[in-house]
């Protein structure tokens, strides 16, 4: 049980002895140990502090509890969150086209008109679940899936090219921030005069030719 005690926190009556409700004080203080629900009811009526076993002081009172408990859950909380790093995007972007490639199984005219050759109607629908369409005409229901299906291919073509996209745009931002930072790097120099920066060499090559496994597994060009 959660027992403390109660010290009274009115100036006027810090050094109070005595009875308040049904607890005994000695110079502002309760004698004995009290449950939550006690410290509670008091702290409602008037200021309190509350002091336990280790002689740790706090305000007494539900209304001070909730702000305390409220107060360690946002110390638990980490506003700032690293940002994403370019190369992390690029990785993210890579693995969001990986699973824009992966294709359901698709049927054509004539496989579906296999299928209801061989199992009916039963069959057709076994197919238009997978791409969520209904109807009890064999006919209609062939079309409604080859549909479906065309609707698919294009949204994930759109997909695939926003990726693409999204990746070039990131590759040129880590060509950039490499370039950026080669004056600041050490080593031989090239014909130009300037350091060779490998990592920049690298994205630089990746952003052109389009190897984005690459540009994923280089490094973060230093700041």
């Known amino acids: ?3 403390k005690k109660l010290r009274v926190a009115s100036p006027h009556m810090r050094n109070y002895t005595g009875v308040l409700g049904a607890v005994k004080f000695v110079n502002g203080e309760s004698v004995e140990w009290l449950p939550r629900h006690v410290r509670d009811r008091m702290a409602a009526a008037m200021p309190f502090d509350e002091i336990d076993e280790n002689g740790v002081v706090m305000p007494a009172g539900s209304v001070h509890r909730m702000i305390r408990e409220a107060a360690s859950r946002a110390e638990n909380i980490n506003p ?6 370019e190369a992390e ?5 890579e693995r969001a086209k990986l699973d824009a490639q992966k294709i359901p199984e698709l049927e054509t005219r004539e496989s579906l008109e296999a299928i209801a050759d061989r199992e009916g109607i039963t069959g057709v629908r076994r197919v238009a679940a997978r791409w969520g369409v209904k109807h009890r005409s064999i006919a209609v229901l062939i079309e409604m899936i080859l549909e479906a299906q065309e609707a698919y291919l294009a949204k994930r073509k759109l997909s695939l090219e926003k990726v693409r996209a999204e990746q070039q745009k990131s590759l040129e931002k880590i060509a950039l921030a490499a370039a950026a930072a080669e004056p600041a790097n050490e080593g031989p120099a090239d014909e130009s005069g300037k350091t060779p920066d490998p990592v920049s060499q690298t994205i630089t090559e990746a952003a052109a030719t389009g190897d ?9 060009a230093p700041e």
């Open 1 to 3: 049980m959660d027992l």
């Open 80 to 85: 700032t969150r690293p940002r994403q790093t």
């Open 89 to 93: 995007k690029i990785a993210e972007l």
């Open 212 to 220: 984005l496994a690459v540009a994923v597994s280089t490094e973060k």
